[in-house]
């Protein structure tokens, strides 16, 4: 499997360990970039951020609409927004679920051991603001973008790939984003609205009216299955202080795990494989 060869590379570039295997997409797609012989490319980090491109990014509108008592367009954007989100309804719901009781959708104890959760308590569920335009700097800010764009540049730089941003670096660009009207960014319900009308006459018309978006990912669950004995093994004989014994004594396949699990699973993995790189 040509991820775990690339493994030890991936971490040593990034000096930490990852969280998701988008950034080994990143990694692996600079490294062909400079195979091909290209030295600059332009990349469109930021472009969801400025211009409303995320899920949560509707419902802040949504919970916008509500606090202002915009009732006939509240039900007029969810129904609007259907052609581009799988199931509004539920996902609002889900969200001010999320909002209304932090909401963790993952039992940390059952994995990470109780003396480490009493030292560092699991980061807080992010509440999506009421304000959409609140919700996108702070994604600008302090949330996404900033984590987006270390992986970038230490994926790009370590293949000798300079990646230049045009929608994260250009100071007036996003000021005026942020004067954008909250109701022209999701507009009847299209996400980026204003960006695509925007290069309507350049983009290929199955971009400019595209409506799926797949993040950046990879098979992690089949990746792991593949290698689940060797990774347990890994997790168990790493910082043994850090995960529930218990739990790790009982585990011997992860073939029944949810996609939940794995992540957790593979973040210790990744943890302890940066360790030993550099120990």
């Known amino acids: 499997m040509i991820f775990f060869n690339h493994l030890d590379e991936l971490l040593y570039s990034q000096d930490i360990p990852i969280w ?3 950034t080994y997409n990143q990694f ?13 490319i332009l990349s469109g980090q930021g472009s969801d951020e400025l211009f409303a491109g995320y899920q949560h990014h509707y419902v802040a509108y949504w919970l916008s609409l509500l606090k202002k008592i915009h ?19 539920k996902l609002l719901f889900y969200s001010i679920f999320k ?10 104890s059952k994995y990470l051991s109780s003396d480490l959760l009493q030292t560092y308590q699991p980061s807080s569920i992010h509440k999506i603001s009421n304000q959409l335009t609140t919700e996108l700097l702070n994604d600008l800010s302090y949330r996404r973008l900033k984590a987006f764009l270390k992986c970038e540049d230490r994926c790009s730089m370590w293949h000798s790939v300079e990646s230049r941003l045009p929608f994260s670096d250009d100071i007036d660009l996003i000021k005026w984003s942020l004067t954008i009207p909250e109701k022209i960014k999701l507009k009847n319900g299209i996400s980026k609205y204003v960006l695509r009308e925007a290069f309507k006459d350049i983009l290929p018309d199955k971009i400019y009216h595209r409506k799926d978006k797949k993040a950046f990912e990879a098979p992690l669950k089949e990746w792991l299955i593949l290698k689940d004995k060797e990774i347990l093994d890994e997790i168990k004989n790493g910082w043994k202080d850090i995960i529930n014994q218990l739990t790790f004594q009982k585990i011997t396949s992860l073939q029944t795990f949810s996609n939940k699990e794995m992540t ?3 973040k210790l993995f990744l943890l302890n494989r940066w360790k030993k790189l550099w120990n």
């Open 20 to 22: 998701s295997t988008s």
């Open 28 to 40: 692996l797609l600079m490294k062909k970039v400079k195979e091909a012989g290209i030295k600059v």
């Open 264 to 266: 957790i699973i593979f």
């Open 71 to 89: 009732i006939i367009d509240f039900f007029n954007h969810i129904y609007q927004s259907s052609n581009y989100l799988p199931s509004p309804v």
């Open 99 to 108: 909002n209304s009781f932090s909401f963790q959708n993952i039992d940390y």
